[in-house]
Every structure is written in structure tokens, then in C-alpha cells.
């Protein structure tokens, strides 16, 4: 079985690629004994979630100028 520190990159890895299907069994197994590996599975998709709400938003609003005067 893979230690914390494997599954947790794991997790972090699966934001940016998609994982084989042996590391998706390795993660899916640790994680139903391991609620460190969970919670942090959790956190990493909020967080990603977060990012996207707020690059969406920023994308909807319209460019504002600063107001220069004094």
C-alpha cells in the first residue's frame, strides 16, 4: 500500500492529468481507510472549484479602470 505522502501527491496530480488506472485504485483504496488522504481529497477539489468560480468571474466583469484623479 502507498504511504500518505504518495496519495496526496497523487491527488494533487489528478488536477492537472488523469491518473492510470492502477494509481486510481491506489488512491481509491487508501482513501476509504485513510480520512487524512479523504479530507485532503476534499479540500484539494474545493479549492479547485474556488479557483475556477473565481477565474469565471473575473472573466464576466468588465475590465475598470482606476480612477487616477486626486
Given at each position: 500500500m502507498k504511504k500518505c505522502r504518495d496519495i496526496t501527491?497523487?491527488?494533487s496530480e489528478a488536477q492537472e492529468r488523469e491518473l492510470t488506472p492502477s494509481e486510481r485504485i491506489s488512491v481509491k483504496l487508501h482513501t476509504l481507510i485513510c480520512s487524512g488522504c479523504r479530507n485532503f481529497g476534499s479540500q484539494v477539489d474545493i479549492l479547485r472549484g474556488?479557483?475556477?468560480?473565481?477565474?469565471?468571474?473575473?472573466?464576466?466583469?468588465?475590465?475598470?479602470?482606476?480612477d487616477s484623479g486626486g
Open positions: 501527491r497523487l491527488l474556488i479557483s475556477r468560480a473565481y477565474v469565471r468571474g473575473a472573466a464576466d466583469e468588465p475590465q475598470r479602470e482606476e
